[in-house]
């Protein structure tokens, strides 16, 4: 007696049948990141009939929410490297008590891939059948099985180099985390137990061995390896900054660091790709971040060719005085900002340039400029040494403010560093979404933008 | 208001005696800051006998800010960008170039000078300034030919 699909709530992991409710949407906690599960994990098809039963911890919880440790209690197993080796994914699918549950057409694979180290995984489920009505949304076809397998190798290939770099780390007496034989997980399908799917991407040169979706997951702390590794990012990248104190050589020019990926950093540029995937492009791994950055930069040194402002001091003490006959002669009549006419007896600021302007037009230019409009000569005593009314306040103004984005970059980076590897340790869930896409600007964004000495300043 | 003032003054002197291959009006009467251009290519350049539409944009803080400049009419030439923007570079239009005191009438005569002389120096299409210096003949001949093609109509108003 089928009783229908089941939907699994990757939110609050509960399971509820299909067609007691309208809509997907979790009835318990409203999300909508659910999925229908034709096999019902670990739960008996009598007490399905209730809606509300709850599937057993064990199987509710497809992302792996961190519980501290785990280490491989479920089974017994001949490999002390791998708890799960004797885990049969498939063998509940050859059970004749769950024969009655399976649509003979239909053939679901739930698989979890997972890394040499054994701290990241990723599950997807695969749905062949004769109908395509059922199970909307579950149709895997062959591209996604490549996509996947795509990114088998390329976690395997993270795995492997943060071995190495661990081994490197820990030096050659200590025992670093034992690795399973590339090859175990051969040993692990007897000879009827061998995975459903005809495409055996799986079998690929991965260490990666295929786990079930609704199956115990290993409870060690999840992800580990990558939050590792993203400290080991981290502090490359700090060392790298450290080397070089060459950013601080000009006074406010930006450190800027294009990170390139180069064989000198593999795990950084392996992150780096994975961050970005995850984080739409955060960081200057993509051309258009490259582009970005490139033209705020642009703008700032825009900003900074310019003549800065004048301080208010320098602004205040300028003469002001009364238009003569023998001061209009000179250069024309006109004020050369506002182009009005100006005529005996207007008052008139003069620069140490002698040139003139009406007081409100020369002191909006020298609000943002503090040289002349017309021949440049600076209004303020460290560029004009010879003019009247200096003040040595302003000069310190002035000076402050060329040195304020220097003092921006170099600050805020040892704290943040630190607090990035935590919040940005991303966690994949069974669908092998990244849940760190959502955590966004204040944390890596903020990262790269105070190594840039951008800082929005 | 200060900047509106003087635009207007700018606009009424470029109107009543405009310089030599200049024509200047509003693009839109009732703003200010959007000024359309018509500019005769000079004589002895590639550009001759073609008449140009430039867009000059004046920013609320002029004069302050400087203008910015661009074609409207395609232009092969190495200071123009190549692309629908038509971006003119003009060094005294540089934000740390631009002085208050330089008059629109002095930025545009300047553009038509860039048109006689171009500035491969300071170009933003890099393999036009490089053909303007190593193959001057070549470069003449497609100048007169975007010419042509884009700028020869006869006078639009």
């Known amino acids: 007696m089928d009783t229908g699909d089941r939907v699994l709530c990757h939110a609050c992991g509960r399971v509820w049948l299909r067609n007691l409710y309208d809509t997907l949407d979790c009835p318990y906690c409203s999300s909508d990141f659910t999925e229908i599960i034709e096999i019902p994990p670990d739960t008996d098809p009598e007490p399905e009939a209730s809606p509300v039963s709850s599937p057993s911890p064990s199987s509710s919880q497809p992302h792996p929410d961190p519980p501290e440790s785990f280490p491989g209690q479920r089974s017994p197993s001949p490999f002390p490297a791998s708890p799960f080796a004797n885990h049969d994914p498939w063998g509940h699918m050859n059970d004749g008590d769950d024969h009655g549950w399976i649509d003979p057409g239909y053939h679901y694979t739930h698989r979890t891939f997972q890394s040499p180290g054994g701290n990241i995984r990723f599950t997807y489920q695969l749905r062949r059948g004769p109908g395509a009505t059922r199970g909307m949304g579950h149709e895997t076809t062959d591209p996604a099985s490549t996509a996947f397998q795509g990114f088998d190798s390329f976690i395997h290939n993270m795995g492997e180099l943060n071995r190495e770099r661990a081994a490197r780390a820990q030096g050659p007496g200590s025992p670093s985390r034992p690795q399973p034989p590339r090859h175990a997980f051969d040993n692990m399908y007897g000879p009827g137990n061998a995975p459903r799917s005809p495409h055996g991407r799986h079998h690929g040169p991965g260490g990666l061995f295929p786990r079930d979706a609704n199956g115990p997951q290993p409870m060690d702390s999840p992800l580990q390896n990558l939050g590792e590794m993203l400290d080991i990012f981290h502090t490359n990248i700090t060392n790298l900054q450290a080397g070089q104190p060459g950013g601080s050589g000009r006074p406010g020019g930006p450190n800027i660091r294009v990170m390139n990926g180069g064989a000198d950093n593999p795990i950084g540029a392996l992150l780096a790709a994975l961050l970005n995937i995850s984080r739409n492009g955060d960081a200057v791994y993509s051309q258009e971040e490259l582009d970005r950055v490139i033209s705020e930069l642009v703008e700032q040194a825009g900003n900074r060719t310019a003549a800065p402002p004048a301080s208010q001091d320098a602004i205040h003490a300028l003469p002001k005085k009364i238009a003569d006959a023998g001061l209009l002669g000179g250069e024309g009549t006109e004020c050369s900002i506002c182009m009005d006419a100006v005529k005996v007896g207007d008052e008139v600021t003069v620069l140490p340039c002698t040139h003139w302007f009406h007081p409100q037009c020369i002191e909006m230019w020298l609000n943002q400029h503090n040289s002349c409009p017309h021949c440049r000569r600076g209004v303020e005593p460290t560029t004009a040494p010879g003019a009247n009314a200096p003040t040595p306040t302003s000069s310190e103004g002035n000076y402050d403010q060329a040195e304020r984005p220097d003092t921006n970059a170099n600050n805020n980076t040892p704290s943040t560093a630190t607090d990035e590897g935590q919040r940005s340790r991303p966690r994949t869930t069974s669908r092998g979404e990244s849940t760190t896409s959502t955590s966004s600007s204040g944390g890596w964004t903020g990262w790269v933008r105070s190594r840039l000495g951008g800082s929005g300043s | ?157």
């Open chain 2, 1 to 157: 208001m200060g900047s509106q003032k003087r635009i207007a003054k700018e606009l009424a002197e470029l109107t009543e005696s405009p310089p030599d291959g200049i024509i200047v009006e509003l693009a839109n009467e009732s703003n200010l800051y959007e000024w359309k251009v018509f500019m005769d290519g000079p004589e002895d350049s590639p550009y001759h006998k073609g008449r140009f539409e430039l867009k000059l944009t004046l920013p609320t803080e002029y004069p302050f800010k400087p203008p910015t400049v661009s074609f409207v009419t395609k232009i092969y030439h190495p200071n123009v960008t190549n692309d629908d923007k038509g971006s003119m570079c003009l060094g005294m239009l540089k934000a740390d170039e631009w002085k208050p005191s330089s008059r629109l009438s002095a930025v545009l005569e300047f553009a038509r000078s860039l048109l006689g002389e171009p500035m491969p120096d300071d170009a933003v299409e890099g393999r036009i300034a490089e053909q303007y210096r190593e193959d001057r003949k070549r470069y003449e001949e497609i100048a007169r030919e975007w010419t042509r093609k884009y700028a020869g109509g006869a006078a639009s108003s």
